[in-house]
């Protein structure tokens, strides 16, 4: 008899565990049972560090910190085991944006023919221009490969310099592959080649001689 009224007392307590609702710790706030799977992902989302209270009047701490309920113990030690993730990612995604924004201008800049890379009575390219655009479109990488014409102080001498690329281009790969030219206001980088190689002639021609110092060795 008193093992039937075990076995009773089993059943009921069963039947009470599956249809009774529980409060704390078994359901958290927002309804959903803590521990079960829905709870985990519910709150895999939520910011690591210390939460934000207000208690007798003050915030406690009084820096910014975040609010709601605090990490599980299973978060805190992914939180800890994988630190500084996900908080790292954006400063690397800064970093790297900042440095492709650099390279895309460095390559503009390389793949640029200035005013010195065209002829100043005929406007089209001379043999430094045809040496460069030679050297973009056999070296720079494809996602880089267009020619950019800086812009002249004469309106109409643009187009004369636009044509003279699209001719040396066409010459050189063939017509229709796909090489964009265009126009850009920018200024020279660098100086010419002319200019420098008279720097360097003034700098031998005005050279002094070289003076060395000689003293005798003494009679001993």
Known sequence: ML???????????????RTATAGWPFFSEDGIRRGSPEYYEAHAGDPAGARQKYHHGKLWPPLPRPAGPEQTFIHKYHTSH???FPYVCEDRNSVRALAQIQLSNGWQAATTLYEYH??????????????????????A????????VAVAEQPEFNTVRLLSVEREIAKLVGAGQGVPVLLRVT????????????????????MLPPVITYQSASGE
């Not at 093992?3 to 565990?17: H, N």
């Not at 390219?125 to 056999?138: C, D, K, V, Y």
């Not at 080649?193 to 003034?202: D, L, R, S, T, Y």
Request: charged content about 15%; overall charge negative.
């Open 118 to 139: 065209f002829d100043p009575e005929s406007n089209a390219l001379n043999s430094a221009g045809q040496t460069h655009l030679h050297w973009i479109l056999s070296h």
């Open 3 to 17: 093992r039937w009224r075990w076995i009773v007392c089993l059943l009921m307590v069963a039947v009470s565990v």
């Open 141 to 148: 990488p494809e996602q880089f490969r267009q020619v950019s």
């Open 82 to 84: 994988y630190w500084p």
């Open 187 to 206: 200024d020279p980088v660098g100086r010419p080649a002319g200019e420098v190689q008279q720097i360097f002639k003034g700098l031998q021609d005005n």
